[in-house]
């Protein structure tokens, strides 16, 4: 079997998971990391994986000194949610002609953000064979690509509401620290409505499944609002107190003219009963969608990610959206390494 | 705008509420039908579907007709369960370059039933540049495709099991037919057993799966049984008593060993309560995904069949499989008749 060669870009906890998920595919071969932080660089994978099969690989500091040794053929990229600082972590990759699969939120659908580097990107891609997606469960999945996916049966689609409900107890240190947990509701508002906490992606989801539908949205409302605890609760890190933050509960809403076209509404809290996705289509047939238990969030966004590998590397090159991909699934790699790049 | 040039062929009920919702997009243009039943050749399709905006034009007897008159681009098959059927139907316009999208349960999975004709239709359509796929709601969505995309987010798959409800008493007379209403079951069970009645498609959507999971099956096992009524019935188009057949219930199961990789099960029966469709992926993350009500039949199959042409059209030439095509979508129109053949 010929197998894609594959590095990881940023070993934060996201990344070690997406580098050791890829590591035991049969159709993955991985040449590398990269990680700048001083206690990452130089390092032994297996070290700090503790995957045996990483056994002989060293951190590079940055691209060009992975490049040097094996150039991969693919980067699987978990480094920021911003997509300027994303587009600029990989351009020597791209400029390399190597592909980059993203959970960067912002990339989602980079338009929204980054819109003038959009086609310099696109434009780079298609000049030097790489591709670009980005991809996860939130944004990339639950709330973006599965509702696009449903109105494949709409004759009509009047609105999209999905409605996320995800129990933040027992996730990792940086999702409950990310949601404000055991902070002072006043001052994590402000965090909250000036982008420096909160769940990122939210935006871009709306305006990926607005764009999918072909709607020009006339203006995309956002709302964000802490949760605060009514008891005490305590999780693996926090010991959170009546009164003090245990989560975020952010609504965005797209219309056009006076009418809600899109509704996507996430609450992100500790110890959240009934966690769950629920999509709505309102149209013709009414589309009412229950995942009982939500998707669990840190196995489905590394699952994603490895998953879109062999639907990227199908594509032309350039710069995608998620939704422009073929019809995702899980690689189980039977046939993933036979979906080479074409140029 | 540039409008894809599309005719129907076939006339029945599903034929003509996929012609009227064609005949609504404001991206397609109309140019002619096909049926060769004497009732119905020679026509106005105006008559027929009392839809005004397909004055002028008439129903031809056969493909070769419609050509000499204004050749379509793109014809909506919607004639006959059978793949080798559907194939001899389509070939004179696969030999024209233009493309097919079909209901025909069969050719969702065409290896099945017609092995021997895959390579050759797909030889010639790469050959005159036609594309090929057929769509639906089941087969075509609830128990294949839709399945299929959810394990986007799978790190690991190892059962997929779909339960499908309908309840069919609002349903369409010729369904209604086909689960058996009103019939006695030993005779209804004879003609499940042969396949003459039943729902088709089952092993088709199991296949399907299987295919895009990778997963070779050493056996698919299918058992139907007829549902009998314990009380009177009556809908708009059927009396039936206690004992006779209100509908059917099939199960097909494909096994690797002794293992069930796949369980797809349909109850499609008069009166049936709780009407829905259950999607569950063993495997992780678990996936419990209910569509509460179910995605109704008629409007969700003449919706996906209009809703594939864009992709298929965007798709290479060849016989694809639902499951190849990009992420399917509702085709607002807004930028559907962009994605113009690339041959």
């Not at 989801?205 to 009514?230: N, Q, R, T």
């Not at 809403?253 to 996430?266: N, P, Q, T």
Request: with cysteine; proline share 7%; glycine share 8%.
């Amino acid at each position: 079997m010929n197998r894609i060669k594959i590095a990881q870009f940023g070993l934060g906890p996201i990344g070690i998971e997406a580098l050791k998920l890829a590591a035991q595919q049969p159709w993955i071969e991985i040449v590398g990391a990269v990680d700048n932080a001083a206690d990452k660089a130089g390092r032994s994978l297996t070290e700090i994986t503790g995957a045996a099969a990483l056994d002989g690989l060293k951190v590079s500091r940055d691209l060009e000194e992975l490049f040097r040794e094996t150039p991969p053929e693919l980067i699987l990229h978990t480094a920021t949610s911003s997509a300027l600082a994303a587009l600029r972590q990989m351009r020597p990759a791209l400029e390399f002609g190597v592909s980059v699969a993203s959970t960067c939120e912002e990339l989602i659908f980079p338009s929204l953000k980054a819109p003038q580097l959009v086609k310099e990107f696109d434009g780079l891609c298609r000049h030097t064979g790489a591709r670009v997606v980005a991809t996860g469960v939130n944004p990339g999945f639950v709330m973006d690509v599965l509702p696009v996916c449903l109105t494949a049966v709409s004759r009509a689609v009047d609105k999209i509401e999905v409605t996320r409900v995800v129990n933040a107890s027992p996730r990792r240190q940086p999702l409950q620290a990310k949601i404000g947990s055991g902070q002072a509701p006043d001052s994590f508002r402000e965090k909250l409505l000036d982008g420096r906490a909160g769940h990122a992606g939210l935006r871009e989801s709306l305006a990926l499944v607005a764009h999918a539908m072909g709607w020009k949205l006339d203006s995309i409302a956002e709302v964000g609002e802490p949760v605060v605890a009514g008891r005490e609760i305590r999780t693996q890190f926090f010991h959170v107190r009546p009164g003090e933050v245990c989560g975020i509960h952010q609504r965005a809403v797209g219309l056009i003219g006076d009418a809600e076209k899109l509704v996507l509404e996430i609450a992100m809290y500790l110890d959240a009963p009934d966690p769950r996705d629920h999509i709505l289509v309102i149209g013709r047939p009414p589309l009412d969608v229950l995942i009982q238990g939500g998707v669990a969030g840190d196995d489905a966004t590394v699952a994603a990610l490895v998953n879109v590998v062999p639907q990227l590397l199908a594509a032309a090159p350039g710069l995608h959206l998620p939704t422009d991909l073929a019809l995702p699934r899980w690689s189980s790699g039977v046939d993933a390494a036979s979906r080479k790049p074409r140029v």
